[in-house]
């Protein structure tokens, strides 16, 4: 019993400070309960190498299980980037004589742990691993059951208990048997269970030894395993060169591999010349001298006056003997007078920082003492924050009394200048500057230009704060190809339905903002976007979930993932994000792979590449890196650094490497992956945890929109707490049940906060450091008193889900957001109220929003709508077509009620539906001036029961329709033994796809509302369809008709040809002709249909069969041109004050596109007809428009 204590003791000091988990670079995420499937790799070292190897086991006085180990250790060491290492193996636990004749079996398993530090020599570690191993040896007898049971790890269902890999060492030689008559060898079985992620079992085989590597088949590939292998001969090869080689300076990598790495990987070289920003923006100005080259709040500013105004500034900085590269720091408002500096001190060769006007004097004085300015540029307002002495000159003196000259005469700049300081937050919370070169700033632009296809067209949003180190780019990259910079207050960015509108109204195509503001989008979708294109996210992670839902909300809109620090000129990396990005994964977003001219390298401590899939600090060289920090050479010195692969590289701008302090991996295919920060790493009771498992998990969870998990202490014990946020408070024993049977014990929070925002910094980053705790305390209950407070407080309470509010109480604390607040601004509209996302965040109780509640200027009509109004250009399009007047042009739908339904209860139904839709009444009036729509008062139900279903009543009541007596929707209900069918049958004149999609909802509201003996209620009316033709006239008067109509008259000026040749030139082509050929496709097709060909040629279903349609007609015909019309639903965001979301009627749109095949691949003819189709202008509403509004085109087939 004392030998046993001993035994027990040694093993609890082998582990006193808990068990680390390995991390091993797995090709698939660990499955919740670890099963056995496996698979082995076998391979063998030549008898050199293992002459060399038992040398040096006889050279360090170990044996060559020994030195296997060590070898093995250092593999280990290598691919987990980890340097305590924790390997199984059996030992006979024969360790006393008299067992050694016994039969049975005493096989025991020993932990043993080993610390490959990198600055060890092997034959250091070897010896390490001897007297280790030996120790270990000597307390074998101990079992491991009890030895799991005395340590207590953290159960994890996906692991064994103390370690995930094994090491064996087999020295039987089933060879040297000899049984009479029989020939013994040994036999691989092909079918394999593994216990452990990963085992490596060595075998003598007389001279040879035989290696095999058995590994999880639902962890690893195959191609992995051989990679290992690969590995593992590398460092095998470097001991035998060097005993006493160290261990970061082992070659692990094939060449191949290293290639791909370095080369493949960073195949990013582009030529953009050595221009500056000034000498761009000159060649911009002279091209496009009256384009629009900034707005701010509807004031527009052209090329030439910006162009004039920046050598104003840098003539004025001229004048008064401003120093090439003396620092110019700007403390001005967000605005076009801040842009006219930016480039005005660019032109006089100095350097720029742009001061956020909403720092504190500290922050701000900080920044001023560290950058020794020669003159700050600011306001009389903002004079206060300056210390007394500053060199300083006010905006306002300069913009009145300098010159307009010319300043290319006296200024000079080149790349290698430095162009501007951004200042970034510190680790300390003091502010560090770092200096930028004109030609990483250049870089970056030409860059994203290439990446984004810029055109003078665009208009790209200025959005961040300048403290935020993209606002530079938001600032200048339009300016380099003669687009705009919308300049958009922070207030606009609150609220998804102020930028919704900024968006439309602004023509802008480019926004880039944190994530954050996604989610603000996602979370009021939908909403009109206008003519954007990108979606950019950068500055934090990019969740998976939100980018999935991204596309689901807004699928037109591309979406970007940049990443970059500061000190790289900001973006680094792109990764364009797939629209069914949903199949291909869990966790973040990857950053994607280098922009132009920048080289990405993942490295281990030592600066050793990191192999495919395994994790290491992602270090950037290129032109963009920085000169380094202001005043800060040991930071400096720290964090850019000699870059080890310089040779490779072709130019000085790769001699320095910026190392990021970020985690990440690269997969196969060259895409990067970030897992955390180098300094952040959070490591629970000896397990390392990526939070964004966790986090990834959460978000799944109903309810949950955003969520973030920390380590946290208390009394010194660490542990996690998710900060979450949700329509309201979830019961945190909810939230661990849920992650308890997702996760191992150890990484299910133990503290859950609900969070109605998360705090930001000024850049727009969750702020970590201000993440409170839920404290709500409770103050006296004010009752509401006015009409207005009355009516909020009773919002308030349905909303909120609460039986009382308080004046005093705030939104927030009672667990409000943003979901809510559209909830609230909804039901204020509806009582008659304007209220704003503004305003309910600027106040945020009850009495301070009663002051900001407005009467409703003008409202969707709720009465019954009649009269008379003209037909739209759909209807036009009809009466002008062979189905003209044609009484059985419906759709119809077929409803089917197992309970069946009675006829009285069909007309209470659609009795509401007839009064509450308009157009439902709808019936065409012939007048002197043509034909126009009247819409009826009321109109009776149209109603026929049968006894039995019957094909010839449906026909007889599809053709009954009258157009001008009504009503254009007809009833039939069939009585059956299994329930009920009912007919409905709408005449298209007015009805579309998405009124059905409106109708069938609200028929099944008021059926339940029925059921339930209620009133019946709908949600509000919106715009009239009688209103409609009304407000498209308007609209005919708009800049964007005008764009649209340009196109169609040009379109029809070069002549639409293609048409497909008839077999019967002669037919009367009348709708009740009509065939259809129907075909399918099979499962494989389907798949790379919706799913392959949209991600590989970033195009749509509708454009990929569009081509092949092109490419079909070319087959059969010869001809390479087709004309096709296509539909569109109409409902456009056209006019601001028009909602139809809940209006039922015909909008649909109607428009030729005359396709062409060309190229003589299939990319190229894809890549052609996607961008024909992507060129129509205002997704074809105009066509029917120019043809029967405007009369600007001629009638066509």
Known sequence: RAMQEQHRSYWKSVFADGVPLLHLPLDYKRPLIKDDKGGVVRFSLSREEVSALQALASRSQSTLFMVMLSLYNVLLSRVCNQDDIVVGTSVSGRYHADLEPLTGMFVNTLPLRHHPHGDQSFLSFLTTVRDRTLESFEHQSYPLEAMVEDLS????????????????????????????????????????????????????????????????????????????????????????????????????????????????????????????????????????????????????????????????????????????????PLLLDRGVD???WIIGIQKAGGVFIALDTRHPADRIAGILDGCNPALVVTEEKYTGLLKAGCPMVLHETVATTAHDRSVSDWMSRKAADIAYAAYTSGSTGVPKGVLLHHGGMMNHFHGLKELLGLTSDDRFAQTAECSFDVYLVQMLLALTVGGCTHIIDRDVMLDAGLLSAELVAGDITILEVVPSVVRL???????????????????????????????????????????????????????????????????????????????????????????????????????????????????????FVPNPFASHDTSDAYAVMYRTGDVGYRDEQGMIYLTGRIDNMIKIRGARIETGDIEALLLQFAGIRDVLVLSRENKEQQYLAAYYIAEGEIDAAVLAAYLTGKLPEYMVPTAYVHLTAFPLTLSGKVNKRELPEPVFGSEAFQAPVTDEEILLAGIWCKILGMARVGTADNFFSLGGDSIKSIQIISRVRAAGYELSMKDIFANQTIAGLARCLKVLRAQPRQDIVKGEAALTPVQRFFFDGPAAGDAHFNQSVMLHFPQGITAGEVQQIFGYLQQHHDALRIVIKETAEGLRLDTKPEQPVSLTVYDAYNEAACTALQGSMDLTAGPLMKLGLFREKDGSHLLIVVHHLVTDGVSWRILLEDMATLYGQLQQKQTLSLPGKTTPFLSWSAHLHHYMESASFRSGRAYWQAQEKRGLQGFIPRDMPEGSNRGEEMRTVRFTLDSMRTHELLRQAPDTFRTSVEEVLLAAFVAAVAQQYGQQQVCVDLEGHGRE??????????????FTSIYPVMLELKGTTWSDRLRHVKETLRTIPNKGIDYLLCRYYDNSLADAE
């Open 153 to 328: 790890p953290e159960r994890d269902t996906s692991r064994s208990p103390l370690f995930d890999v094994m090491f064996g060492y087999e020295n039987i030689d089933v060879t040297t048997l000899a049984i009479p008559g029989l020939k013994l060898e040994p036999y691989l079985h092909e079918e394999y269970a593994s216990k452990f992620d990963l085992t490596l079992t060595v075998s003598e085989r007389g001279d040879d030894l035989q290696l095999d590597f058995e590994y999880a088949a639902s962890l690893f590939n195959s191609s992995t395993v051989h990679r290992l292998i690969t590995y593992f001969k590398n460092i095998v090869r470097a001991v035998i060169a060097d005993n006493e080689v160290l261990l970061s300076a082992i070659v692990m990598l094939p060449e191949a591999e290293e290639h791909t790495l370095l080369h493949v990987f960073n195949n990013t070289a582009r030529s953009y010349g050595n221009t500056t920003f000034p000498d761009v923006f000159k060649d911009q100005a002279a091209l496009y001298p009256h384009h629009i080259a900034a707005t701010y709040r509807g004031v527009d500013t052209d090329y030439r006056t910006l162009h004039e105004t920046s050598n104003r500034m840098a003539h004025y900085l001229h004048s008064i003997g401003l120093p090439a590269g003396a620092v110019v």
């Open 338 to 340: 801040l842009l006219s």
């Open 521 to 639: 989008l996602v979370n009021a979708a939908p909403l009109p976007l206008g003519k954007l294109r990108w979606v950019i996210s950068t500055g934090e992670a990019l969740s998976r979930e939100l980018a999935v839902a991204w596309y689901r909300c807004y699928p037109d809109v591309r979406l970007l993932n940049l990443y970059g620090p500061a000190e790289t000129s900001d973006d680094a990396t792109y990764y364009i994000v797939p629209p069914d990005l949903q199949e291909q994964g869990v966790g973040n977003v990857p950053i994607g792979q280098p922009l132009p001219n920048f080289h990405i390298h993942v490295l281990d401590a030592a600066r050793n590449l990191c192999p495919v899939g395994v994790s290491g600090e992602i270090c950037i060289a290129g032109p963009g890196v920085g000169k380094g920090y202001i005043a800060d050479v040991s930071l400096t010195a720290s964090k």
């Open 1133 to 1146: 965001e056209i006019l601001p004050g028009v909602d139809i979301s809940r209006t039922v009627g015909w």
